[in-house]
Structures are given as structure tokens and as C-alpha cells.
């Protein structure tokens, strides 16, 4: 809520997304690839992440990938299958981008309820 109760703000929100580009502006992470990874760690498996993520597997792969091919670093090991199906998890490399992706967020999040907060206070005089 931006404003008090019957004010003009007060079903008016501040939303903002960020994600990670390259040089050329082609995306690289955002909330939807960060999510299929953090499940990636949770679950230790691509497929169940994709189904707990929204996405077909095959997406799920491709935006992996494709990540990766940009980043120049793998972010997921992946093991085929077996008679008890294959593991996926993060590499070292990719648990410190989580980290510090979730770190980022949380500080971004703070600074912005601040300005929001700010910014609301002052057009609600």
C-alpha cells in the first residue's frame, strides 16, 4: 500500500525486476532462470525443477544452456539417468552467483522500500 486508506495512492504500487545482461543487452539471468536454479539446488534434479518451476524440460535445458554459453562458466553438473533416474546440481561457481544474486536482491529490496517509503510520504502531503 502507498498511501493511507482512501488516499488517490492507496492501490498504487512500486514494482522493479533486475536481472543480468552482457554487453550486447542480451539477457542473461532473471527471475525466471535464478528460480529454475535455486530448484535445480533444492531438488537435485532438471526435470523435477522444471515441473516445480513451470517450464518443459526441454526449456528448462535450453535456458541452462544458454545461460552458460553467455556466463563462459557452467553453472549446473549434470548426470544422465540410471536405473534411479539422473542428479543435477549447482556448481561451486553457480551457488556463489545464487549467493550473491540473493544478496544483491535483499540489499536492493531494503533501499527500495526506503525510497519507496520516501517517495510515497512526500506525494501523499
Given at each position: 500500500m502507498?498511501?493511507?486508506?482512501g488516499?488517490?495512492?492507496?492501490d498504487?504500487?512500486?514494482?522493479?525486476?533486475?536481472?543480468?545482461?552482457n554487453?550486447?543487452?542480451?539477457?542473461?539471468?532473471?527471475?525466471?532462470?535464478?528460480?529454475?536454479?535455486?530448484?535445480?539446488?533444492?531438488l537435485?534434479?532438471?526435470?523435477?525443477?522444471?515441473?516445480?518451476?513451470?517450464?518443459?524440460?526441454?526449456?528448462?535445458w535450453g535456458?541452462?544452456?544458454?545461460?552458460?554459453?553467455?556466463?563462459?562458466?557452467?553453472?549446473?553438473?549434470?548426470?544422465?539417468?540410471?536405473?534411479?533416474?539422473?542428479q543435477?546440481?549447482?556448481?561451486?561457481?553457480?551457488?556463489?552467483?545464487?549467493?550473491?544474486?540473493?544478496?544483491l536482491?535483499?540489499?536492493?529490496?531494503?533501499?527500495?522500500?526506503?525510497i519507496?517509503?520516501?517517495?510515497?510520504n512526500?506525494?501523499?502531503?
Amino acid at each position: 500500500m502507498a498511501g493511507p486508506k482512501g488516499s488517490k495512492y492507496f492501490d498504487i504500487f512500486l514494482k522493479y525486476r533486475i536481472w543480468l545482461e552482457n554487453t550486447d543487452g542480451e539477457g542473461i539471468l532473471g527471475d525466471g532462470k535464478l528460480k529454475l536454479i535455486k530448484c535445480i539446488d533444492e531438488l537435485g534434479s532438471l526435470k523435477a525443477a522444471a515441473d516445480k518451476a513451470g517450464v518443459s524440460y526441454r526449456k528448462a535445458w535450453g535456458n541452462i544452456k544458454e545461460a552458460e554459453e553467455k556466463l563462459g562458466f557452467a553453472l549446473v553438473e549434470r548426470h544422465r539417468g540410471g536405473q534411479h533416474g539422473g542428479q543435477s546440481f549447482l556448481t561451486e561457481e553457480g551457488k556463489k552467483l545464487i549467493e550473491a544474486y540473493d544478496e544483491l536482491m535483499l540489499e536492493f529490496d531494503t533501499s527500495i522500500y526506503k525510497i519507496t517509503k520516501k517517495f510515497f510520504n512526500r506525494i501523499n502531503k
